[in-house]
C-alpha cells in the first residue's frame, strides 16, 4: 500500500515533535516513530538565557565546553531563538518548576556560568516537554504512525522521495517531498548508555546509505555519572548533572575529592573534563565506580528537585539523603551526526535532519549540559519553517529503495564499540575495532560503529569528548572536521575538511 503527503517527520522526541507542529498549519505531515526515544528521560533541564542572563554569555560557556569547536553562527540562532521556542511551549501547556514569586525557577548546571536551567518536576523536564509537545501535535491534527522506518525511496537523480515504514509485521511505503530524520543519537551501538533501546542511530545508516555525509562522529559524550546498577549493558539510570549543580561531590572510593583543584569549576567543570578523572580515578583505583556525595544538600532540596533520581536510587537499595550513591560514567550523546545547514537540509535533496541526529556544530567537540532539548526545540521550527517556505519538488522518473538492513551480530557490534571507542582511546586499538568490524557486515549498527571508529582514527588529537591517549593534547594542525560518507564498497570512509567548508 502505498500513500502520500507533504512531509515525512522519522520520530517523536523534541525535535520530531518541533518540526511537525511547526510544519501542522501548511503541511500535509505524517509523524512516525519506533517509540519513545531520549527525550522523555531528560531530566536536568532546558538551558535558556533571558533577563539579566545575556545570551552572548549563553553562546560563550557553550562554545567553551565544545573546545572551540563550535559553528558560531549556529550557536547564536540556538542562544537567541531559545528563549522565544520556551515561551512558546509555556504557551503551549508546559509546566515548568516556578519560584515562591512565580518567575521560573532556574539552576546551575556544569559548564554554565549562570544559572539558567529551566526545568519541571524537579528533575522531569524531558517528561513534561514531551508531554507538552505530544498534547499540542495531537491537537494540531498531526497524524502519527507506530512502527520503524526500514527505508528510504530514492529517486535514481538521487533526490529523496519517501520512507518504507514496518507496522504491525507489514512494510508500506509513504511517499512525501521532503524527509525529516529526528531520531535521536547512538545510544543503542554501545552496551551500556542513558539512552533507550529505540536510540539506536537508524536515522545515520540511513542518511549515509543514501549518500549524505555525518560530520564530527568522533565526538561521543559519556556523561560523567549514570547511576551504578551493577549492570554493564542496557539503559542505565542518569543522575543528573544538577545534583552537583546544587552542591554535591565526586569521592574516589577512598572518599578523597576528585575534582578538587582539578579544574576552576571543580565537580561543576565541562562533562568530558569530569568524565575522564572518574575514568583515570576507576583505572588508578581498579574500581567499577567512584562515589557521588549529596549528603551536604537539605534533604528538603534533595526530595523536591530531585525525585526521578532518587527514585533510581531506591530501585537499588541507596539512600541520596543519607549516604554516598556509586556511579560511573556511561554512553549519553551523539555531539556530531548528520552534516547539515542551520536549516537541517543534508547533502541530498528532500532529506532534512534535526535533533540529537543532525550535526548543526552547536555542540561543536562537546555538548554544554542542557543544551539538547533547546536544539531539538530551535533547530525542528528552524526546519518547519524552510519546509513551509519552499517544500521541495515531487520525485519524478524512476525510483529505488535505500533498506536499512540487519545486523548480523549486534551485541559484538556493541561490545567492540565500547571496548575502543569509550572515553579513552588510541590508535591501536581503533585499527583492532576497525578490522573487527570489517566481519561484521554493513547493518545500520556496524555502520554507525564504523562511522565512529573511522571518524575517531581520523582525529589523531585530544579535543572536547574525543580523548586519544597516544594524543593526549589538542593540536591546531587539527582544527578542521572529520567527514564520513560511504565508498563505493559501502564502507564509511573519513576525510577531513576545512572548518570554513562546513555548511
Ligand atoms: C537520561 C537522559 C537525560 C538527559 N537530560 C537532558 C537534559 O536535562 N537536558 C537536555 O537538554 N538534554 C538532555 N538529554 C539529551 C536529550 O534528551 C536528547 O538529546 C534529546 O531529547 C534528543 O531528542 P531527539 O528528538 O533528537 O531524539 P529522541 O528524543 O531520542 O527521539 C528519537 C525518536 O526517533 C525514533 N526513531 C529512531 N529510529 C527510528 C526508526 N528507524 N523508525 C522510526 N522511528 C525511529 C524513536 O522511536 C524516537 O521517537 C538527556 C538524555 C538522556 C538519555
Same mark, same amino acid.
Given at each position: 500500500m502505498t500513500r502520500a503527503v507533504d512531509v515525512v517527520v522519522i520520530g517523536a522526541g523534541v525535535a520530531g515533535l518541533s518540526t511537525a507542529l511547526g510544519l501542522a498549519a501548511t503541511r500535509e505531515v505524517l509523524l512516525l516513530s519506533a517509540g519513545d526515544g531520549s527525550t522523555p528521560w531528560a531530566q536536568g533541564g532546558v538551558a535558556a538565557a533571558y533577563g539579566e542572563d545575556d545570551p552572548l554569555d549563553h553562546l560563550l560557556d557553550t562554545d567553551v565546553a565544545g573546545a572551540g569547536f563550535c559553528d558560531p553562527r549556529n550557536v547564536r540562532a540556538l542562544v537567541e531563538e531559545g528563549p522565544q521556542r520556551l515561551a512558546e511551549l509555556i504557551a503551549q501547556g508546559a509546566r515548568f518548576d516556578r519560584n515562591a514569586d512565580g518567575s521560573l525557577s532556574r539552576t546551575l548546571e556544569g559548564g *554554565?556560568? *549562570? @544559572? +539558567?536551567i529551566v526545568h519541571a518536576g524537579g528533575d522531569a523536564t524531558g517528561a513534561e516537554v514531551h508531554r507538552a509537545l505530544r498534547s499540542a501535535v495531537q491537537l494540531a491534527g498531526v497524524q502519527t504512525i507506530t512502527g520503524r522506518t526500514v527505508g528510504l525511496i530514492q529517486s535514481d537523480t538521487g533526490r529523496i522521495g519517501g520512507v518504507l515504514v514496518e507496522a504491525g509485521g507489514q512494510i508500506s511505503q509513504i511517499d512525501a517531498r521532503a524527509v525529516v530524520l529526528a531520531t535521536g543519537g547512538i545510544g543503542n551501538a554501545y552496551l551500556a548508555s542513558t539512552n533507550p533501546s529505540t536510540v539506536c542511530g537508524d536515522g545515520i545508516a540511513l542518511a549515509l546509505r543514501a549518500g549524505a555525509s555525518l560530520v564530527d562522529m568522533e565526538f561521543v559524550q559519556f556523561h @560523567? =555519572? %549514570? &547511576?551504578? =546498577?551493577?549492570? =554493564?549493558?542496557g539503559q542505565l539510570p542518569l543522575v543528573t548533572e544538577a545534583v552537583r549543580g546544587e552542591g554535591a561531590v565526586l569521592r574516589d572510593i577512598h572518599g578523597r575529592r576528585i575534582m578538587a583543584g582539578r579544574h @576552576? +569549576? %571543580?565537580? &561543576?567543570?565541562p562533562r568530558d573534563i569530569v568524565a575522564r578523572e572518574i575514568e583515570a580515578t576507576m583505572r588508578r583505583d581498579g574500581s567499577d565506580h567512584v562515589w557521588l556525595d549529596a549528603t551536604a544538600i537539605a534533604p528538603d532540596v534533595l526530595r523536591q528537585r530531585f525525585p526521578t533520581v532518587l527514585a533510581s536510587c531506591a530501585r537499588i537499595g541507596v539512600d541520596l539523603l543519607s549516604e554516598q550513591i556509586p556511579i560511573a560514567p556511561a554512553e549519553h550523546f551523539l555531539c556530531g551526526g548528520i552534516r547539515t545547514d542551520r536549516n537541517g537540509a543534508t547533502d541530498v535533496p528532500g532529506l532534512y535532519a534535526a535533533g540529537e541526529v543532525a550535526a548543526t556544530g552547536v555542540h561543536g567537540a562537546n555538548r554544554l549540559a542542557s543544551n539538547s532539548l533547546l536544539e531539538g526545540l530551535v533547530f525542528g521550527r528552524r526546519v518547519a519553517t524552510a519546509l513551509t517556505l519552499d517544500l521541495p519538488p515531487t520525485v519524478q522518473g524512476r525510483s529505488h529503495e535505500v533498506a536499512l538492513g540487519h545486523d548480523r551480530e549486534p551485541e559484538r557490534i556493541r561490545a567492540i564499540l565500547t571496548k575502543y571507542a569509550g572515553i579513552r582511546r588510541d590508535g591501536a586499538g581503533l585499527n583492532a575495532a576497525g578490522e573487527e568490524l570489517e566481519a561484521l557486515g554493513n547493518g545500520p549498527l556496524a555502520t554507525v560503529a564504523r562511522s565512529v571508529i573511522e571518524a575517531a582514527t581520523a582525529r589523531q588529537e585530544s579535543r572536547g569528548c574525543h580523548w586519544r591517549s597516544d594524543y593526549p593534547r589538542s593540536d591546531e594542525r587539527w582544527n578542521e572536521h572529520v567527514v564520513v560518507r560511504l565508498d563505493e564498497e559501502d564502507r564509511p570512509t573519513a576525510r577531513h575538511l576545512q572548518r570554513a567548508a562546513t555548511r
Open positions: *554554565h556560568g *549562570h @544559572p +539558567r @560523567p =555519572t %549514570a &547511576l551504578f =546498577t551493577g549492570e =554493564t549493558s @576552576p +569549576r %571543580a565537580d &561543576l567543570a
